[in-house]
């Protein structure tokens, strides 16, 4: 059976570990702690907003698409969040507390233990559930792509502080300052203009570093070529993927 919920371990061969319950319990042992100096810090919430920036124009794109066709607003449960609600809450809950319960549950619990795997599959899994757990299309593409990026650097630094750092200031930039800005022009100028100049340094951050981003094979025997179909194609993925598939049909349609 099926213990940990996601992880396809009926497969005899090569799953016979990650039957065992205590395997299943205790988490694999974490990457060796790395430092991150201010440079490399100030690099990353560049790059994490540029990501977040340029894939949320995917989910702007399909919002669009589905409000022309149910020839009226699709639902947006963040935008609907933020507006009218109360600042100090949004701050307590979008700000403070998700990012610390979402960066423990998806890059320390999912990540890792899907590292044995591999960081490549590890890095998919958890931003793919990641941007699952949003549940509506405007958000998927932006989570997943930032919990990529997250994912990366909690494998890199061996923990979660950085990326609970890193999560906090792309959700304060994203609603707290968004939300000050409203039925104020110029500053939602100021704004805007940040957002573009942001958004250019990440990219050419990115983009000089690119060659700098290696992604390290686990101690699993299953072959390379299977892992993913085999993370995807279990029952309790599937579940997963048509509920939360559902979930977002719901909410752009029907919400």
Known sequence: RNRAGLLPCNIKKHYVPMQNPAILRALPPAPPRRRVTAKQFGALVLVSYAVVYLTNLIGLGINAAISALRGQQAGEPLQDMVTGTN????FLFGVLLAP???????RKLILRRLSPWGEPVAIFGSAFLFG??????????YAFAVGAVFAYVALRTGGIRYTVALHF??????????QAGEDRLVLSAIYGYLILAITIAGCVILWRHRKRIHLREGTSPIPEEEKRGLFLGNSGMIAMIVLSGLLMLYVAFLA
Do not use: D, R, Y
């Open 169 to 178: 200031l792309v959700n304060l930039l994203g609603m707290t300052a968004a």
């Open 87 to 90: 600042p100090w809450i949004i």
């Open 132 to 141: 699952l757990f949003h549940g509506n299309f405007g958000q998927f593409f």
């Open 100 to 106: 610390v319960l979402e960066e423990w549950i998806f």
